[in-house]
C-alpha cells in the first residue's frame, strides 16, 4: 500500500540518490500530456520540499512551455534493481535559465554539461510511494554518452541554433520562453 509524505523524507532521498532515471510529467491546459525520461546526473535534492534538475537540450522542449502554463509537475523515480518501490513527488515548478539570476548558482550544483537549456526548480508539496511489484528487474550498465557527445559536436553556437530551430515551440504550438542567445 502506497503512503503519503509531507516532505522528502530522509529515507526517500536515500532512494532518489540510488536512482539512475526518473520521470518528469507535465501538461498545459490543452494539448498533449507529456512524460519525459531524464538521466545523467541531473537531480538534486535542495530542502525537504524543494528539488531541482538539469535539462539538457533535445529534441522538443514540452516541459518548458507547460510550465509556462501550468507549472504543475510530478517527478517519478521508479526502482528497477533491488527493493521494488516507486516515488512520486508532486508539485509546482518554475523554470531558470540563461540569463536569469540564479542560472550560475544552481547550473554549478550539476557536473558540467554541454547545452544545458533549463534548471527546474520544484516546490514539493506531497510525496507518494507505492509498491513497484509489476515493474521488471533490470540491471544498470551505464548512462549513455550519446547526448553529451551531441551537444559536444554541436558547439555553443551550433546548439543555439538548433534551439531556435527545434526548441522555442512544443507540438502543440505553445511557446517555450527560451531566451535568445
Request: charged share 20%.
Amino acid at each position: 500500500m502506497g503512503s503519503f509524505y509531507d516532505t522528502i523524507e530522509p529515507q526517500l532521498v536515500r532512494f532518489i540518490a540510488k536512482q539512475h532515471m526518473f520521470f518528469v510529467a507535465t501538461a498545459a491546459p490543452t494539448g498533449r500530456v507529456n512524460v519525459s525520461p531524464k538521466g545523467l546526473d541531473s537531480f538534486r535534492v535542495l530542502g525537504p520540499n524543494r528539488v531541482a534538475w538539469l535539462n539538457g537540450t533535445g529534441s522538443g522542449n514540452e516541459t518548458a512551455a507547460h510550465v509556462l502554463a501550468n507549472p504543475r509537475m510530478t517527478l517519478m523515480f521508479c526502482s528497477v534493481e533491488g527493493k521494488p518501490w516507486i516515488l512520486r513527488l508532486y508539485g509546482t515548478a518554475r523554470m531558470v535559465q540563461p540569463p536569469d539570476p540564479e542560472w550560475d548558482e544552481l547550473l554549478a550544483l550539476f557536473p558540467p554539461m554541454d547545452g544545458a537549456r533549463q534548471v527546474y526548480v520544484v516546490d514539493v508539496d506531497q510525496c507518494q510511494t507505492s509498491c513497484g511489484f509489476g515493474v521488471p528487474l533490470y540491471s544498470y550498465e551505464g548512462q549513455r554518452d550519446l547526448m553529451p557527445q551531441w551537444a559536444q559536436n554541436k558547439g555553443p553556437d551550433g546548439i543555439a541554433r538548433y534551439q531556435a530551430d527545434k526548441n522555442a515551440t512544443s507540438i502543440d504550438g505553445f511557446a517555450t520562453g527560451l531566451p535568445p542567445r
